[in-house]
Antibody, heavy 119, light 107 residues
Framework: QVQLVQSGAEVKKPGASVKVSCKAS????????IHWVRQAPGQGLEWMGR????????NTAQKFQGRVTMTRDTSISTAYMELSRLTSDDTAIYYC????????????WGQGILVTVSS | DIQMTQSPSSLSASVGDRVTITCRAS??????LAWYQQKPGKAPNLLIY???SLESGVPSRFSGSGSGTEFTLTISSLQPDDFATYYC?????????FGPGTKVDIK
């Protein structure tokens, strides 16, 4: 069965960076995009970007350009998202998720991890 | 980036009610619109893709319609398991955007 398993919760100080991982299993990793979506406490969903694990190509929401880096390691079916210059506004649950190239919708999600930014 | 709006932002309904949620895009997105249901503490769940295609395993009481800039999600007969927050999501020019959400609670 398809699974996306994310790394554990993080606590960071303002100005720092955080790198979270997402390990995929149960399907061909290079056949589906991996997305990063965050949700601040009590707020809605915010799409950050996606990476094509097949070639490493990425698309990033304008809001996060220059601050988010998405990478992947196909040998271990794992995607990574690094967010830099953290502020308290970045405190949120961060989800990885996957989509195919045909339906342009997200069909499986990771469990989400809480990133807390606090001094 | 394309902006998405949803209306209403929240609604109260009873079991058995017909519920309609509207999603609007700031420019035409053809039919590249999906709907998700999210319950507290859980990841979202895909309901509808390409505006009107029902995701496998999703009850048939959920349906979607629309194209261009205006879309609707309809729940034909609200069930106790349907009380949740619903989000639309668009795809255009390699980018995704979610709507702000509509919370459906019990009247």
């Amino acid at each position: 069965q398809v699974q996306l398993v994310q790394s554990g919760a993080e606590v960071k100080k303002p100005g720092a960076s955080v790198k979270v991982s997402c390990k995929a299993s149960g399907y061909t990793f290079t056949g589906y995009y991996i997305h990063w979506v965050r949700q601040a406490p009590g707020q809605g969903l915010e799409w950050m970007g996606r990476i094509n694990p097949n070639n490493g190509g990425a698309n990033t929401a304008q809001k996060f350009q220059g601050r988010v880096t998405m990478t992947r390691d196909t040998s271990i079916s794992t995607a990574y998202m690094e967010l830099s210059r953290l502020t308290s506004d970045d405190t949120a649950i961060y989800y990885c998720a996957r989509s195919d190239g045909y339906r342009s919708s997200i069909d499986y999600w990771g469990q989400g991890i809480l990133v807390t930014v606090s001094s | 980036d394309i902006q998405m709006t949803q209306s209403p932002s929240s609604l109260s309904a009873s079991v058995g009610d017909r519920v309609t949620i509207t999603c609007r895009a700031s420019q035409s997105i053809s039919r590249w619109l999906a709907w998700y249901q999210q319950k507290p503490g859980k990841a979202p769940n895909l309901l509808i893709y390409k505006a009107s295609s029902l995701e496998s395993g999703v009850p048939s009481r959920f349906s979607g319609s629309g194209s261009g800039t205006e879309f609707t999600l309809t729940i034909s007969s609200l069930q106790p398991d349907d009380f949740a927050t619903y989000y639309c999501q668009q795809y255009n020019s390699y980018l995704f955007t979610f709507g702000p959400g509509t919370k459906v609670d019990i009247k």
